[in-house]
């Protein structure tokens, strides 16, 4: 039988059917909000006080969803956690970074560091897909490039700063809103909107502690040529005016604030965290007991809450049942291309009701009765 033309019964199928790892699920009451303020809202000037305020409420919002003492700012500007690696490369790093790579993501930020010319040759530290390295603290590094979690392969570390002088800067696109963190282990956190904020994409947040800001200024000062549109300095006055250096997504802004504030008004982070790991907790245990299914990633402290990757008996193609997800509704629970395994992956953002995830298991469950 061709996986496309499996009949998944409807009792069987999810609310929603958004699985994806980013762009990922944005919840339908988000979005009638954005219908509803549209006339007044976009199509305005980002200048104005429609824009400006909702910036200002991504920002008090963000501040207050993840606890920040009054000395950390949170910076905004345009092009999402891959523009904020070049960022980061022209206005963060002194000389040289560390990077902890393990998995696509954290390559490709280790690989902006590398092509810079004018740093040192970065250090990198790797460590194969489904597991995590360790930061070695350095006197030769003075910023170490962490991944909260690795959305290629699905494996979180826990997060500390780094020892010494060092800034001890995150990738957190897929983790912030979703897994546990305090300001005092980061000097950056920064993510992107499609992920745990349940917006589009296109837009970066970083949240900064003083001395990345001292960093910021320092770096802006010596000389070094930086491109405007990446400089952190410039991002930062614009952010402190409740601005963004160009125009921004208008419709990506108003989506993460509407999650910021639902995630606040039902509990704040520790509730979104929680609500992560009751997907996850359904999704791994339904794959451990599963005869024909496994979690990936080995370690169980190391297994995501938000981005979930399954290994598929080989007799399973895993193309196959994705395909079948699909074409009944449930989509994007494909792996990562370059990952290359028999893998599904599944998004369980806080926008993803865990019930969703349940029945999306019974769904896999029934697609493997059908093509086995
Ligand atoms: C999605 C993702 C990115 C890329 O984000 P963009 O906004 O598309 O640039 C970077 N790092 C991690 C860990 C991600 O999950």
Redesign the pocket.
């Known amino acids: 039988m061709n996986s496309q033309d499996i009949v998944i019964p409807p009792e069987l199928r999810p609310s929603d059917g958004r699985f994806g790892?980013?762009p990922s699920k944005v919840r339908p009451e988000a979005m009638a909000a954005l219908l509803e303020a549209a006339p007044g809202y976009l199509g305005t000037s980002h200048r104005q006080l429609p824009v400006r305020s909702m910036v200002g409420r991504a920002r008090d919002g963000l501040r207050e969803l993840f606890e920040l003492p009054e000395d950390y700012e949170v910076v905004l500007g345009n092009g999402?956690?891959?523009?904020f690696w070049d960022a980061m490369v022209f206005g963060l790093i002194e000389a040289r970074s560390q990077h902890l790579v393990f998995g696509e993501?954290s390559a490709k930020c280790a690989g902006a560091a590398r092509l810079a010319p004018f740093l040192e040759d970065p250090e990198v530290i790797s460590a194969e897909p489904g597991s995590h390295p360790e930061p070695h603290p350095s006197e030769t590094v003075d910023l170490y490039a962490l991944?909260h979690?690795?959305?290629s392969t699905g494996v979180t570390m826990p997060l500390e700063r780094v020892p010494g002088e060092g800034l001890t800067v995150v990738?957190a696109?897929?983790a912030a809103g979703g897994l546990p963190v305090t300001a005092e282990a980061f000097d950056v956190y920064y993510f992107?909107p499609?992920?745990c904020f349940a917006s589009d994409?296109g837009l970066?947040v970083a949240l900064c502690s003083p001395a990345a800001l001292d960093r910021i200024g320092r770096v802006a000062s010596s000389g070094r040529y930086i491109p405007p549109s990446l400089d952190l300095r410039i991002a930062l006055d614009n952010s402190r005016a409740n601005q963004t250096y160009n125009t921004p997504g208008l419709a990506t802004l108003f989506l993460m604030v509407e999650q910021v504030e639902w995630l606040l008004a039902s509990g704040g982070l520790g509730w979104a965290v929680g609500r992560c790991a009751r997907s996850a907790g359904i999704l791994y245990g339904w794959a451990t007991e599963s005869a024909s299914a496994s979690p990936f990633v080995a370690d169980p402290r190391a297994r995501s809450p938000v981005v979930g990757t399954i290994d598929l008996a080989e007799s399973i193609v895993a193309a196959d049942v994705a395909a079948a997800l699909r074409a009944n509704g449930m989509v994007d629970t494909e792996p990562y291309r370059k990952l290359g395994r028999n893998q599904l992956r599944i998004g369980m953002f806080p926008a993803v009701e865990p019930g969703d995830v349940g029945l999306l298991t019974r769904s896999i469950d029934y697609v493997i009765g059908v093509l086995g």
């Not at 999402?80 to 523009?83: D, F």
Request: hydrophobic fraction near 20%; proline fraction near 0%; charge should be negative.
């Open positions: 790892s980013g999402g956690s891959t523009a993501f991944t979690n690795e959305t990738d696109t897929s992107a499609q992920k994409g970066w």
